[in-house]
Protein backbone atom coordinates (compact mmCIF):
# COMPACT_ATOMS: atom_id res chain seq x y z
CA UNK A 1 0.00 0.00 0.00
CA UNK A 2 2.90 2.51 0.66
CA UNK A 3 4.23 1.87 -2.68
CA UNK A 4 1.23 2.33 -4.41
CA UNK A 5 1.00 5.66 -1.99
CA UNK A 6 4.44 7.15 -3.17
CA UNK A 7 3.79 5.98 -7.08
CA UNK A 8 0.64 8.09 -6.70
CA UNK A 9 2.45 11.04 -4.75
CA UNK A 10 5.48 10.69 -7.86
CA UNK A 11 2.92 11.01 -10.54
CA UNK A 12 1.38 13.93 -9.25
CA UNK A 13 5.14 15.65 -8.37
CA UNK A 14 7.01 17.64 -10.88
CA UNK A 15 10.59 15.87 -9.75
CA UNK A 16 11.11 14.42 -13.21
CA UNK A 17 10.34 17.71 -15.01
CA UNK A 18 12.56 19.58 -12.69
CA UNK A 19 15.62 17.32 -13.35
CA UNK A 20 15.04 17.15 -16.57
CA UNK A 21 15.19 20.95 -17.01
CA UNK A 22 18.11 21.31 -14.90
CA UNK A 23 19.82 19.04 -17.52
CA UNK A 24 18.47 20.75 -20.23
CA UNK A 25 19.72 24.03 -18.93
CA UNK A 26 23.25 22.67 -18.94
CA UNK A 27 22.65 21.33 -21.97
CA UNK A 28 19.91 23.41 -23.98
CA UNK A 29 18.50 21.15 -26.06
CA UNK A 30 15.30 18.80 -24.42
CA UNK A 31 16.21 15.86 -26.41
CA UNK A 32 20.01 15.70 -25.75
CA UNK A 33 19.26 17.10 -21.96
CA UNK A 34 16.67 13.04 -21.86
CA UNK A 35 19.37 10.73 -23.22
CA UNK A 36 22.13 12.61 -20.71
CA UNK A 37 19.82 12.14 -17.73
CA UNK A 38 18.90 8.50 -19.08
CA UNK A 39 22.18 7.59 -18.79
CA UNK A 40 22.95 9.56 -15.34
CA UNK A 41 19.83 7.77 -13.63
CA UNK A 42 20.96 4.17 -14.97
CA UNK A 43 24.28 4.79 -13.58
CA UNK A 44 22.62 5.62 -10.24
CA UNK A 45 20.85 2.65 -10.31
CA UNK A 46 23.70 0.50 -11.09
CA UNK A 47 24.32 -0.48 -7.34
CA UNK A 48 20.90 -1.89 -7.56
CA UNK A 49 21.45 -3.15 -11.05
CA UNK A 50 24.28 -5.19 -9.54
CA UNK A 51 22.33 -7.06 -6.51
CA UNK A 52 19.32 -8.12 -9.51
CA UNK A 53 22.09 -9.51 -11.35
CA UNK A 54 23.91 -11.23 -8.60
CA UNK A 55 20.95 -12.82 -7.04
CA UNK A 56 19.63 -13.73 -10.51
CA UNK A 57 22.68 -15.34 -11.66
CA UNK A 58 23.18 -16.90 -8.49
CA UNK A 59 19.83 -18.51 -8.88
CA UNK A 60 19.98 -19.88 -12.26
CA UNK A 61 23.82 -21.09 -11.87
CA UNK A 62 22.11 -22.92 -8.70
CA UNK A 63 19.22 -24.60 -10.30
CA UNK A 64 21.79 -25.34 -12.55
CA UNK A 65 23.94 -27.78 -10.82
CA UNK A 66 20.98 -28.85 -8.47
CA UNK A 67 19.05 -30.32 -11.41
CA UNK A 68 20.27 -33.68 -11.18
CA UNK A 69 19.74 -34.58 -7.96
CA UNK A 70 16.11 -32.43 -8.44
CA UNK A 71 15.51 -34.85 -11.16
CA UNK A 72 16.13 -38.00 -9.60
CA UNK A 73 14.02 -36.85 -6.72
CA UNK A 74 11.41 -36.53 -9.19
CA UNK A 75 12.00 -39.83 -10.45
CA UNK A 76 11.98 -41.14 -7.14
CA UNK A 77 9.15 -39.60 -5.62
CA UNK A 78 6.73 -39.43 -8.86
CA UNK A 79 3.67 -40.62 -7.58
CA UNK A 80 4.34 -38.55 -4.13
CA UNK A 81 3.68 -35.03 -4.23
CA UNK A 82 3.83 -34.02 -0.81
CA UNK A 83 7.17 -36.54 -0.33
CA UNK A 84 8.94 -34.46 -3.33
CA UNK A 85 8.05 -31.30 -2.25
CA UNK A 86 9.65 -32.04 1.12
CA UNK A 87 12.57 -33.90 -0.30
CA UNK A 88 13.11 -30.94 -2.83
CA UNK A 89 12.92 -28.25 0.52
CA UNK A 90 15.39 -30.61 2.16
CA UNK A 91 17.67 -30.52 -0.98
CA UNK A 92 17.70 -26.57 -0.69
CA UNK A 93 18.12 -26.85 3.32
CA UNK A 94 20.99 -28.81 2.55
CA UNK A 95 22.48 -26.28 0.56
CA UNK A 96 22.06 -22.99 1.45
CA UNK A 97 19.53 -22.04 -1.51
CA UNK A 98 17.16 -19.66 -0.35
CA UNK A 99 14.83 -18.69 -3.39
CA UNK A 100 12.61 -16.59 -2.07
CA UNK A 101 16.11 -14.39 -0.92
CA UNK A 102 17.00 -14.62 -4.09
CA UNK A 103 14.30 -13.29 -6.08
CA UNK A 104 13.34 -10.43 -3.87
CA UNK A 105 16.48 -7.54 -5.48
CA UNK A 106 14.71 -9.09 -9.01
CA UNK A 107 11.52 -8.27 -7.41
CA UNK A 108 12.59 -4.77 -6.15
CA UNK A 109 14.50 -3.46 -9.07
CA UNK A 110 11.28 -4.61 -11.48
CA UNK A 111 9.02 -2.49 -9.29
CA UNK A 112 11.02 0.25 -9.22
CA UNK A 113 11.80 0.18 -12.71
CA UNK A 114 7.92 -0.19 -13.48
CA UNK A 115 7.39 2.92 -11.51
CA UNK A 116 10.16 4.92 -13.32
CA UNK A 117 8.56 4.08 -16.62
CA UNK A 118 4.96 4.92 -15.72
CA UNK A 119 5.50 8.22 -14.11
CA UNK A 120 7.91 9.37 -15.75
CA UNK A 121 5.70 8.79 -19.15
CA UNK A 122 2.77 10.68 -17.45
CA UNK A 123 5.25 13.61 -15.81
CA UNK A 124 6.35 13.89 -19.57
CA UNK A 125 3.28 13.45 -21.32
CA UNK A 126 2.03 16.43 -19.10
CA UNK A 127 4.90 18.50 -19.36
CA UNK A 128 4.71 18.12 -23.13
CA UNK A 129 1.26 18.82 -23.63
CA UNK A 130 1.86 22.32 -21.69
CA UNK A 131 4.62 23.19 -24.02
CA UNK A 132 3.14 22.68 -27.19
CA UNK A 133 0.35 25.09 -25.73
CA UNK A 134 2.98 27.35 -24.71
CA UNK A 135 4.54 27.52 -27.85
CA UNK A 136 1.81 28.20 -29.54
CA UNK A 137 0.82 31.02 -27.05
CA UNK A 138 4.09 32.58 -28.07
CA UNK A 139 2.99 32.89 -31.52
CA UNK A 140 -0.27 34.02 -30.79
CA UNK A 141 1.16 36.97 -28.80
CA UNK A 142 3.71 37.63 -31.46
CA UNK A 143 0.39 38.07 -33.53
CA UNK A 144 -1.81 40.30 -31.55
CA UNK A 145 1.09 42.39 -30.90
CA UNK A 146 2.88 43.18 -34.19
CA UNK A 147 -0.98 43.11 -35.47
CA UNK A 148 -2.15 45.54 -32.66
CA UNK A 149 -5.02 43.60 -32.11
CA UNK A 150 -7.01 43.72 -35.63
CA UNK A 151 -8.72 40.31 -36.89
CA UNK A 152 -6.95 38.33 -40.12
CA UNK A 153 -9.75 39.74 -42.03
CA UNK A 154 -9.14 43.50 -41.30
CA UNK A 155 -5.46 43.00 -42.14
CA UNK A 156 -4.39 44.60 -45.38
CA UNK A 157 -2.12 42.63 -47.27
CA UNK A 158 1.20 44.79 -46.30
CA UNK A 159 0.16 44.09 -42.65
CA UNK A 160 0.00 40.49 -43.40
CA UNK A 161 3.63 40.00 -44.85
CA UNK A 162 5.03 42.01 -41.58
CA UNK A 163 2.89 39.72 -38.96
CA UNK A 164 3.97 37.19 -41.34
CA UNK A 165 8.00 38.26 -41.25
CA UNK A 166 7.43 38.40 -37.32
CA UNK A 167 5.79 35.29 -36.68
CA UNK A 168 8.52 33.16 -39.05
CA UNK A 169 11.21 35.18 -36.61
CA UNK A 170 9.55 34.22 -33.56
CA UNK A 171 9.16 30.69 -34.73
CA UNK A 172 12.49 30.13 -34.94
CA UNK A 173 13.40 30.68 -31.30
CA UNK A 174 10.57 28.02 -30.92
CA UNK A 175 11.82 25.39 -33.01
CA UNK A 176 15.22 25.65 -32.38
CA UNK A 177 14.29 24.95 -28.42
CA UNK A 178 11.72 22.08 -29.25
CA UNK A 179 13.39 20.21 -32.05
CA UNK A 180 15.95 17.01 -32.09
CA UNK A 181 17.76 15.99 -35.35
CA UNK A 182 15.04 15.32 -38.03
CA UNK A 183 12.43 15.69 -35.51
CA UNK A 184 10.60 19.32 -36.07
CA UNK A 185 8.82 19.26 -32.47
CA UNK A 186 10.06 16.84 -29.24
CA UNK A 187 6.78 17.80 -28.06
CA UNK A 188 4.79 15.40 -30.55
CA UNK A 189 5.46 11.86 -31.25
CA UNK A 190 8.07 10.74 -34.20
CA UNK A 191 5.13 10.39 -36.94
CA UNK A 192 3.33 11.47 -39.57
CA UNK A 193 1.23 14.81 -37.43
CA UNK A 194 1.27 18.07 -37.42
CA UNK A 195 3.75 20.31 -35.37
CA UNK A 196 1.52 21.94 -33.19
CA UNK A 197 -0.86 21.91 -31.34
CA UNK A 198 -4.81 20.89 -32.77
CA UNK A 199 -7.05 23.85 -32.53
CA UNK A 200 -10.06 21.51 -31.10
CA UNK A 201 -7.28 20.70 -28.01
CA UNK A 202 -5.90 24.51 -27.85
CA UNK A 203 -9.43 25.51 -27.52
CA UNK A 204 -10.85 23.54 -25.43
CA UNK A 205 -7.51 23.85 -23.37
CA UNK A 206 -8.05 27.97 -22.80
CA UNK A 207 -11.76 27.45 -22.80
CA UNK A 208 -12.66 29.23 -26.30
CA UNK A 209 -16.64 29.34 -27.36
CA UNK A 210 -18.47 31.79 -29.40
CA UNK A 211 -16.87 34.52 -31.61
CA UNK A 212 -13.65 34.37 -29.34
CA UNK A 213 -13.22 30.50 -30.59
CA UNK A 214 -14.18 31.34 -34.53
CA UNK A 215 -11.77 34.31 -34.40
CA UNK A 216 -8.59 32.29 -32.58
CA UNK A 217 -9.64 29.64 -35.32
CA UNK A 218 -8.91 32.37 -38.24
CA UNK A 219 -5.67 33.14 -35.87
CA UNK A 220 -4.87 29.92 -35.76
CA UNK A 221 -4.90 29.00 -39.63
CA UNK A 222 -3.08 32.48 -40.46
CA UNK A 223 -0.35 31.60 -37.83
CA UNK A 224 0.51 28.05 -38.67
CA UNK A 225 0.15 28.40 -42.69
CA UNK A 226 2.78 31.52 -41.74
CA UNK A 227 5.54 29.94 -40.21
CA UNK A 228 4.84 26.53 -42.53
CA UNK A 229 5.07 25.87 -45.95
CA UNK A 230 3.02 23.13 -46.02
CA UNK A 231 0.82 22.16 -43.50
CA UNK A 232 1.22 18.39 -44.42
CA UNK A 233 4.72 18.71 -43.39
CA UNK A 234 5.08 16.39 -41.02
CA UNK A 235 7.03 16.09 -37.60
CA UNK A 236 8.69 12.71 -37.82
CA UNK A 237 9.06 10.04 -39.90
CA UNK A 238 8.65 7.17 -37.51
CA UNK A 239 11.98 6.12 -36.87
CA UNK A 240 12.24 6.28 -33.32
CA UNK A 241 9.18 3.90 -33.21
CA UNK A 242 10.92 1.53 -35.20
CA UNK A 243 14.19 1.67 -32.88
CA UNK A 244 12.07 1.35 -29.83
CA UNK A 245 10.66 -1.93 -31.03
CA UNK A 246 14.37 -3.52 -32.92
CA UNK A 247 15.55 -2.11 -29.28
CA UNK A 248 13.23 -3.52 -26.69
CA UNK A 249 13.05 -7.00 -28.42
CA UNK A 250 17.21 -7.04 -28.16
CA UNK A 251 16.98 -6.04 -25.10
CA UNK A 252 15.03 -8.74 -24.02
CA UNK A 253 16.69 -11.29 -26.32
CA UNK A 254 19.59 -10.83 -24.79
CA UNK A 255 18.99 -10.79 -21.50
CA UNK A 256 17.15 -14.15 -21.58
CA UNK A 257 20.09 -15.60 -23.18
CA UNK A 258 22.52 -14.33 -20.39
CA UNK A 259 19.93 -15.64 -17.85
CA UNK A 260 19.69 -18.82 -18.90
CA UNK A 261 21.92 -21.53 -18.24
CA UNK A 262 23.94 -23.58 -20.80
CA UNK A 263 21.72 -25.74 -22.63
CA UNK A 264 18.22 -24.70 -21.25
CA UNK A 265 15.79 -23.65 -23.32
CA UNK A 266 13.55 -20.38 -22.30
CA UNK A 267 10.59 -21.00 -20.52
CA UNK A 268 7.34 -19.90 -21.76
CA UNK A 269 7.20 -16.68 -19.78
CA UNK A 270 9.88 -15.99 -20.86
CA UNK A 271 8.90 -16.07 -24.67
CA UNK A 272 5.85 -14.22 -23.72
CA UNK A 273 8.05 -11.46 -21.78
CA UNK A 274 9.87 -11.37 -24.79
CA UNK A 275 6.99 -9.93 -26.91
CA UNK A 276 4.80 -8.42 -24.28
CA UNK A 277 7.74 -5.97 -23.31
CA UNK A 278 8.53 -4.48 -26.78
CA UNK A 279 5.46 -4.23 -27.55
CA UNK A 280 4.31 -2.08 -24.24
CA UNK A 281 6.89 -0.02 -25.15
CA UNK A 282 5.88 0.77 -28.75
CA UNK A 283 2.66 1.75 -27.64
CA UNK A 284 4.27 4.15 -24.92
CA UNK A 285 6.32 5.25 -27.46
CA UNK A 286 3.85 6.01 -30.18
CA UNK A 287 1.31 7.76 -27.60
CA UNK A 288 3.65 10.00 -26.06
CA UNK A 289 5.86 12.36 -27.22
CA UNK A 290 9.19 12.07 -28.91
CA UNK A 291 11.06 12.94 -25.51
CA UNK A 292 9.72 9.57 -23.65
CA UNK A 293 10.60 8.05 -26.60
CA UNK A 294 13.58 8.97 -26.85
CA UNK A 295 14.06 7.91 -22.94
CA UNK A 296 12.96 4.52 -23.66
CA UNK A 297 15.47 3.83 -26.30
CA UNK A 298 18.48 5.20 -24.34
CA UNK A 299 17.14 3.71 -21.12
CA UNK A 300 17.08 -0.10 -23.09
CA UNK A 301 20.12 0.80 -24.97
CA UNK A 302 21.74 1.16 -20.99
CA UNK A 303 20.01 -1.97 -19.22
CA UNK A 304 21.50 -4.17 -22.19
CA UNK A 305 24.88 -2.72 -21.57
CA UNK A 306 25.31 -3.15 -18.11
CA UNK A 307 22.81 -6.57 -18.10
CA UNK A 308 25.83 -7.28 -20.18
CA UNK A 309 28.77 -6.48 -18.92
CA UNK A 310 27.40 -7.72 -15.59
CA UNK A 311 26.33 -11.26 -16.90
CA UNK A 312 30.21 -11.76 -17.84
CA UNK A 313 31.40 -10.52 -14.53
CA UNK A 314 29.05 -12.85 -12.75
CA UNK A 315 29.36 -15.83 -14.36
CA UNK A 316 33.09 -15.70 -13.68
CA UNK A 317 32.52 -15.41 -10.39
CA UNK A 318 29.92 -18.09 -10.36
CA UNK A 319 32.25 -20.72 -12.34
CA UNK A 320 32.84 -22.97 -9.83
CA UNK A 321 29.68 -24.82 -8.19
CA UNK A 322 31.65 -25.13 -5.21
CA UNK A 323 31.01 -21.27 -4.49
CA UNK A 324 27.34 -21.90 -4.34
CA UNK A 325 27.06 -24.98 -2.40
CA UNK A 326 27.68 -24.68 1.43
CA UNK A 327 26.25 -27.42 3.88
CA UNK A 328 26.05 -26.11 7.31
CA UNK A 329 28.94 -26.11 9.35
CA UNK A 330 31.09 -27.27 6.36
CA UNK A 331 32.54 -24.24 4.40
CA UNK A 332 33.35 -26.32 1.20
CA UNK A 333 31.50 -29.53 0.15
CA UNK A 334 31.57 -31.22 -2.96
CA UNK A 335 27.61 -31.74 -3.25
CA UNK A 336 27.95 -35.26 -5.63
CA UNK A 337 29.86 -36.60 -3.10
CA UNK A 338 27.69 -34.79 0.14
CA UNK A 339 24.22 -35.94 -1.71
CA UNK A 340 22.97 -39.70 -1.01
CA UNK A 341 18.90 -39.47 -0.50
Known amino acids: MEMLNSFSML ?13 AKWISNYGWAIIVFTIALKLLMSPLDIVQRNASQKQSKV ?5 PEMDKLRQKYANDQARLNQETQNLYKRYGVNLGGMCLPMLLTMVLSLVIVFSLYGSVRKFGNEKLYDSYRQLDKTYVEVSAGKSVEDLTDDEKIIVEKALIEEYKDIKKENSWLWVKN ?31 NLRYEFITSSVVEDKKDNNGCYVLIILTAVISFASQLISSKLLAPKGQKMSGMSKVMMFMIPITMIILASTSNVLYTLYIITNSLMTTIISTILSIIMRRKYKDENILLQKKNVQVVEYSRNFRK
Do not use: P
Request: no cysteine.
Open 11 to 23: LKSDLWITLIELF
Open 63 to 67: MQVLQ
Open 186 to 216: IWKSDTKTSQFVSFDDYAKHEKLSGDNKTEA
